[in-house]
């Protein structure tokens, strides 16, 4: 998962909640646009990237 700098989100229960579930997480760096969440979720669903792998 990637996620936002947020400080909720950058909690050791929140990391272990996603990590158990099977996933990782990164977190993105503050106010960059290159890291924009939704423009980088828009860039995934172009490639169609499910995977590490296919990044």
Known sequence: MVLNN???RKSATVRI???VRGASVLLSTPCSPDYNLLKFKSRLRKVEA??????
């Open 6 to 8: 947020l400080t909720a």
């Open 17 to 19: 909640a996603i990590e």
């Open 50 to 55: 499910r995977t590490v792998e296919t990044l």
